[in-house]
């Protein structure tokens, strides 16, 4: 036995951050090297909130309530099958379940004159001339305020201009405007500029040579009163110019006078416009950044300031203000953040803010990165991405502003899900759907879906993270008072009754390297690990908390438990105490060392004077001993079934002096 001060100690009191570029062994206390679908609250390893589908923002299935001809039957089914005819209830029953919004191209906000705020949803549903736009608000039904409309393979874009909400549609397709929700969105028409104001006071309002705005793909914001739109003068050109309206008029634009041309003839497109400050307007290329100065007034005064030609952004969506910081994603680069130095220029970071992350950015998928999204809300930044050969944004990665560190990787069939054949062993849709003549399946291929957007609404009382996918829904994501410890997915396959079912959150933290500050081989001896737990309940053998550490040396992995689960009715201490009654009979839910207080639908419970706490987590320590060798030992936790909470982490070890080797000269 080895002396008690031989014994070596090591491990993790909190958790604040992810590096996946440093190796395991030179990480710093509270750093990991993994982390999956999780967050590091008050120095806890705790899982992300999950994805919730409100009702108010979906569209819903319908249980019909009606009355049969023939007086025993209470099923449309049933009674037409027994030649019986059916009324519908006029009121069109319950709603109890969602559906998606069909071909959602574009999602934006709009508050009216009278204060209200409405999510717009534009879908292309239907054929071209008949396409639709959605207005959403909370305790509304869904408003339908456009059946007649166009999209293209473009997205839809939305600004707001004053009272007003542009809506852009493509370089092929005019923009179109929404005064109030009732009217609907119509034509721009040019309005008469105000000519007593310092900025138009030059202006001649008849015949003056102004243009109605141009069509434009996206990009446009309203900044300094004034609408600014990317476009390409000549039809299938590269978007060079940013078209500048007339003060407090969005409807007019000089095309000579009041074009801005961002370092025309370059080969990358400008893709995004971003205010930085009330006079600095940056203009995001695909390879360039510039910066637009003194765009206040008189636009006689400008001049253009390039800040890069050597990296710009993906994309119109993945450019996001953090204070006074302007992040943004780019291909050549990762995830950049342009700060004012000390001396008051505008400048970017020499190393990416993504470095600690550069594994994970280099799994991005840049060929479809154009539609990668980014948004700040609740002192997080969050970017959704494609990852390794997905086409759509299948994945999620977070900045955490008050721990100043990345949260990892965020994943979920909820919201990101590969294509899949009908026909096991088909992984491509032209083989899925080939004919087994021709060596294919002949299969039915369900397409891949991703996040399309994401937007920060006000929803109880506060601007909240609402997600978009491809399929069509729209909800709720990482909210600590909105979201549950679980994904909502919707089964489609059911069109008419409740079909929303939840989806568990699959977790996973790789630690640091602990090394007891040597590289030399160590003998390791035990592991402490301190989870906190709500409902790791099931008789799945597959499912529940596996444990196991890694090393460099030969053995490089060790299972400390395996599919780890706990049971409601036991109780860790004293091991001779009477099982928990599940129902609640002897008021004794909330009694101490219960191994898992969460409750099942399935029981009749009663919740009795004492009262209850559904999510209230047990903690228990995972203590493992073994004898493995190594330089240095991390920890892997992964949990697919309920909520566990990585609290803390020791291992212990002793040095290895038969592995010593010693070199004489």
């Known amino acids: 036995m080895p002396n008690e001060a031989e014994v070596l100690k090591s491990g993790d ?36 909130r999950g994805f919730k589908k409100v009702g108010w923002a979906n569209q819903t299935n319908t249980k019909k309530t009606g009355t049969c001809s023939i007086a025993q039957h209470t099923n449309q089914t049933a009674c037409e099958n027994a030649s019986g005819t059916w009324t519908a209830d006029a009121g069109g029953g319950q709603n109890i379940g969602t559906k998606p919004f069909e071909n ?42 456009n059946t007649n409309l166009t999209f293209d393979s473009y997205g839809v874009r939305f600004v707001q201009c004053f009272n007003v909400v542009v809506m852009f549609r493509g370089p092929d397709l005019e923009p179109l405007k929404l005064s109030r929700v009732e009217d609907g969105f119509g034509s721009i028409t040019q309005e008469d500029t ?177 539609d990668s999204v980014g948004i700040y809300i609740n002192n997080k930044i969050y970017f959704a991405v494609p990852i390794d050969n997905a ?88 909210d600590p008072l909105i979201c549950d410890q679980y994904d909502e997915i919707t089964i489609t396959a059911t069109t008419t009754g409740r079909n929303v079912e939840y989806k568990d959150i699959n977790t996973e933290l790789i630690t640091r390297g602990y090394t007891f500050g040597s590289s030399d081989f160590k003998k390791y001896t035990q592991s402490n690990i301190i989870i906190n737990t709500n409902n790791i309940v099931s008789s799945d053998v597959n499912l529940g908390i596996n444990i196991s550490a890694q090393f460099d040396g030969v053995e490089e992995s060790y299972n400390i438990v395996k599919n780890l689960k706990f049971k409601r009715e036991k109780y860790h201490k004293p091991f001779t105490k009477a099982d928990y009654v599940l129902s609640n009979t002897n008021d004794d839910h909330l009694v101490p060392n219960r191994q898992d207080y969460s409750m099942s639908l399935e029981d009749q419970f009663d919740p009795k ?9 047990q903690e228990s320590l995972q203590k493992k001993r073994f004898n493995k060798r190594g330089s240095y030992m991390q920890l892997k936790i992964t949990n697919n079934i309920g909520v566990c909470e990585v609290k803390a982490t020791e291992v212990h070890a002793i040095p290895d002096r038969i592995n010593q080797i010693t070199t004489r000269r």
């Open 13 to 48: 009191d909190k958790f604040i951050g992810v590096n996946m570029r440093l190796a395991p062994e030179n990480l710093t206390e509270g750093i990991v090297s993994y982390a999956k679908n999780l967050r590091f609250d008050n120095g806890i390893a705790t899982p992300r």
């Open 104 to 145: 959602i191209k574009g999602v934006g906000k709009f508050k009216d004159p009278a204060g209200v705020n409405w999510l717009m949803v534009a879908t292309s549903e239907g054929n071209a001339g008949q396409h639709k736009v959605y207005a959403l608000t909370p305790g509304n039904d869904i408003q339908t305020i």
């Open 194 to 370: 105000d000519t007593s104001i310092e900025e138009n006071e030059d202006e001649v309002i008849v015949n003056d040579g102004t243009d109605k705005i141009p069509n434009s793909e996206g990009g446009a914001i309203f900044f300094q009163n004034r609408l600014l739109i990317p476009y390409a003068v000549v039809e299938g050109g590269s978007v060079d110019y940013v078209a500048v309206s007339m003060a407090l008029n969005y409807t007019r634009y000089k095309p000579l006078m009041s074009s801005l041309r961002i370092n025309q003839g370059e080969e990358s497109e400008l893709v995004a416009l971003h205010k930085f400050d009330q006079t600095t307007l940056l203009c995001f290329k695909e390879s360039s950044i510039y910066a637009v100065r003194n765009l206040t007034g008189s636009l006689s005064d400008l001049y253009l300031d390039t800040l890069s030609d050597s990296y710009g952004c993906c994309g119109p969506r993945a450019v996001v203000s953090a204070g006074k910081d302007v992040w943004f994603l780019s291909e050549q680069r990762g995830v950049v953040s342009l700060q004012v130095h000390e001396s008051g220029k505008l400048q970017g970071l020499d190393m990416p803010v993504s470095e600690s992350i550069q594994p994970l950015i280099d799994r991005i998928n840049w060929s479809f990165a154009k």
């Open 391 to 478: 086409q759509k944004n299948n994945a999620l990665i977070c900045f955490d502003f008050k721990n100043k560190n990345w949260t990892g990787l965020d994943q979920s069939d909820a919201f990101g899900k590969a294509g899949s054949c009908s026909v096991a062993g088909f992984t491509s849709k032209a083989t899925c759907e080939l004919g087994t003549a021709n060596g294919g399946g002949n299969g039915t291929w369900t397409s891949e879906t991703g996040i399309l957007d994401l937007i920060t609404f006000k929803y109880n009382g506060a601007e909240r993270l609402f997600m978009v996918t491809t399929e069509g829904y729209i909800g709720v994501y990482d």
């Open 609 to 617: 004077t004492k009262g209850v706490d559904p999510d209230k987590k």
